[in-house]
């Protein structure tokens, strides 16, 4: 009778260790993105006029365009960030790269806070602000990959979407953290205490999310569960040629099918809030709280995606929430244009039902796009292309748009135009695909036919035995 019991006793401890890898990823992609949204909040608002001040002087247009264009650079480093985290990962460990990214990430937010303007340095200022960007991006293209594949991969056949959805909410509520932190500052504050010093906290508070970051992320790199993934991570690090020469067809697909979505999340991230104060006249707090609104909107209906994508599966999941993108793209412009705050919350939030169900299945999705031995580089560098294709120069392009035509509505052309894509390609994925064997046994005995010296890992993250 001890050999049953001995059986499910690891069982009741993985529950408990998949409750702390959940909770690492989480916190992990919440700190990414909150990072990323001060940025475009603050790229929306002020850092036109502080640091571009000559263009800003003679055509505010065209300064906030390129404040935009900041706002972009950064994805360009993505794919080079999660090439090298893919390497580093494999030589010295997950725990080495979760830091370093945490803390590159964090460390930059926390120095833009601490720059100086244009008025004070000249050209040096936006020089040193777009450095601090691709900082940002190189050290964010080493997260979100890793953070997927240990929800996933450690998940129920039958829950993978739903646990994937995990890393996916922490975009939402990163926007809800920047969103709120940013609204609090501007109801009370005056505009020039805010242009002159308030906009530097939400930059400098970063220090305190890479300390509650980073506790979290040391305990949940205790548990065997964890260090079991971290060989998971090692196994399914790949070269990039490798990965292009077999799985190029499903870099590409992972790449487009993310364009759409990320493209529309960084309307609801920062241009509609540019959009409202700039162009429609509303007051700064309002268009907040119509952002933080669409933000509660996209926290659901991610959650919501992941659960109806183990239900109905992924790929219909995502072919719904592009459809519903695709036929609201444009006609959320004409409620947005009222310049009523309930109209123009409620244009946001009817985009978030569509972006969630093409978001909370992603996760999932990508892992079984791709086998086991060259996973975790699919999944990092087609997400790190689709950021490219979609959000990096989205908020530029529709300032662009808006610039030349003066009417919203073609920027809900450009975003349907995406939409259509995302979703043709997501249709090219063979649903046989989805729950398939991720392969993790089979990996396992690979990396250990080349790291006999890792067994012990193994061993004790399955038996459930405490690693000192």
Same mark, same amino acid.
Request: no cysteine; glycine share 10%.
């Given at each position: 009778?001890?050999?049953?019991?001995?059986?499910?006793?690891?069982?009741?401890?993985?529950?408990?260790?998949?409750?702390?890898?959940?909770?690492?990823?989480?916190?992990?992609?919440?700190?990414?993105?909150?990072?990323?949204?001060?940025?475009?909040?603050?790229?929306?608002?002020?850092?036109?006029?502080?640091?571009?001040?000559?263009?800003?002087?003679?055509?505010?247009?065209?300064?906030?365009?390129?404040?935009?264009?900041?706002?972009?650079?950064?994805?360009?480093?993505? $794919?080079?960030?999660?090439?090298?985290?893919?390497?580093?990962?494999?030589?010295?460990?997950?725990?080495?790269?979760?830091?370093?990214?945490?803390?590159?990430?964090?460390?930059?937010?926390?120095?833009?806070?601490?720059?100086?303007?244009?008025?004070?340095?000249?050209?040096?200022?936006?020089?040193?602000?777009?450095?601090?960007?691709?900082?940002?991006?190189?050290?964010?293209?080493?997260?979100?990959?890793?953070?997927?594949?240990?929800?996933?991969? /450690?998940?129920?056949?039958?829950?993978?979407?739903?646990?994937?959805?995990?890393?996916?909410?922490?975009?939402?509520?990163?926007?809800?953290?920047?969103?709120?932190?940013?609204?609090?500052?501007?109801?009370?504050?005056?505009?020039?205490?805010?242009?002159? =010093?308030? =906009?530097?906290?939400?930059?400098?508070?970063?220090?305190?999310?890479?300390?509650?970051?980073?506790?979290?992320?040391?305990?949940?790199?205790?548990?065997?569960?964890?260090?079991?993934?971290?060989?998971?991570?090692?196994?399914?690090?790949? $070269?990039?040629?490798?990965?292009?020469?077999?799985?190029?067809?499903?870099?590409?697909?992972?790449?487009?099918?993310?364009?759409?979505?990320?493209?529309?999340?960084?309307?609801?991230?920062?241009?509609?809030?540019?959009?409202?104060?700039? /162009?429609?006249?509303?007051?700064?707090?309002?268009?907040?709280?119509?952002?933080?609104?669409?933000?509660?909107? =996209?926290?659901?209906?991610?959650?919501?995606?992941?659960?109806?994508?183990?239900?109905?599966?992924?790929?219909?999941?995502?072919?719904?929430?592009?459809?519903?993108?695709?036929? =609201?793209?444009?006609?959320?412009?004409?409620?947005?244009?009222?310049?009523?705050?309930?109209?123009?919350?409620?244009?946001?939030?009817?985009?978030?039902?569509?972006?969630?169900?093409?978001?909370?299945?992603?996760?999932?999705?990508?892992?079984?796009?791709?086998?086991?031995?060259?996973?975790?580089?699919?999944?990092?560098?087609?997400?790190?292309?689709?950021?490219?294709?979609?959000?990096?120069?989205? $908020?530029?392009?529709?300032?662009?748009?808006?610039?030349?035509?003066?009417?919203?509505?073609?920027?809900?052309?450009?975003?349907?135009?995406?939409?259509?894509?995302?979703?043709?390609?997501?249709?090219?994925?063979?649903?046989?695909?989805?729950?398939?064997?991720?392969?993790?046994?089979?990996?396992?005995?690979?990396?250990?036919?080349? /790291? $006999?010296?890792?067994?012990?890992?193994?061993?004790?993250?399955?038996?459930?035995?405490?690693?000192?």
């Amino acid at each position: 009778m001890a050999e049953p019991q001995a059986a499910v006793a690891p069982r009741a401890r993985r529950t408990r260790e998949e409750r702390k890898v959940l909770a690492g990823t989480l916190v992990g992609t919440t700190i990414e993105w909150y990072d990323f949204f001060i940025y475009a909040q603050a790229a929306a608002f002020v850092l036109a006029p502080l640091f571009f001040a000559p263009v800003s002087a003679d055509n505010p247009g065209l300064a906030q365009v390129i404040s935009w264009a900041t706002l972009g650079i950064s994805f360009l480093f993505r $794919p080079l960030g999660a090439i090298v985290a893919g390497h580093l990962g494999d030589r010295y460990g997950r725990k080495l790269v979760l830091v370093v990214t945490l803390i590159g990430m964090g460390g930059a937010t926390a120095l833009i806070g601490l720059l100086p303007t244009y008025a004070q340095i000249g050209l040096w200022a936006p020089l040193l602000l777009m450095l601090l960007r691709i900082a940002q991006g190189f050290s964010a293209g080493g997260e979100w990959g890793g953070a997927a594949l240990m929800s996933v991969e /450690h998940a129920p056949k039958n829950k993978r979407s739903y646990f994937g959805s995990y890393p996916q909410i922490g975009v939402p509520i990163g926007m809800l953290l920047a969103t709120f932190f940013m609204w609090a500052l501007t109801s009370s504050m005056s505009e020039e205490a805010f242009l002159a =010093w308030g =906009w530097r906290i939400p930059f400098l508070s970063s220090v305190v999310l890479i300390l509650v970051g980073y506790l979290i992320r040391r305990a949940v790199d205790e548990s065997p569960v964890f260090k079991e993934m971290q060989l998971r991570k090692k196994e399914s690090a790949a $070269p990039l040629g490798v990965l292009l020469k077999s799985h190029k067809k499903n870099v590409i697909l992972a790449a487009l099918i993310f364009a759409a979505n990320n493209a529309a999340g960084y309307l609801v991230i920062a241009f509609f809030a540019s959009y409202g104060t700039n /162009h429609l006249g509303m007051s700064r707090d309002a268009t907040l709280i119509a952002s933080f609104i669409g933000g509660l909107g =996209w926290l659901v209906f991610t959650m919501f995606g992941g659960w109806i994508g183990d239900k109905i599966g992924k790929i219909l999941t995502f072919q719904i929430g592009y459809g519903i993108i695709i036929l =609201w793209a444009i006609p959320m412009w004409f409620l947005l244009d009222t310049a009523s705050l309930p109209l123009f919350a409620l244009a946001i939030v009817i985009l978030t039902v569509g972006l969630g169900p093409s978001y909370g299945p992603q996760s999932a999705l990508y892992a079984e796009m791709f086998p086991a031995h060259v996973r975790y580089s699919g999944v990092s560098i087609g997400y790190a292309f689709g950021s490219i294709i979609g959000g990096a120069f989205a $908020p530029m392009i529709a300032q662009l748009l808006l610039n030349q035509t003066g009417a919203g509505w073609t920027i809900g052309v450009y975003i349907a135009a995406l939409a259509i894509v995302s979703f043709v390609a997501v249709s090219l994925v063979p649903k046989s695909v989805e729950g398939s064997d991720l392969h993790v046994e089979e990996a396992h005995q690979d990396h250990l036919a080349e /790291h $006999p010296e890792d067994e012990a890992i193994i061993r004790d993250a399955t038996t459930g035995t405490e690693l000192r």
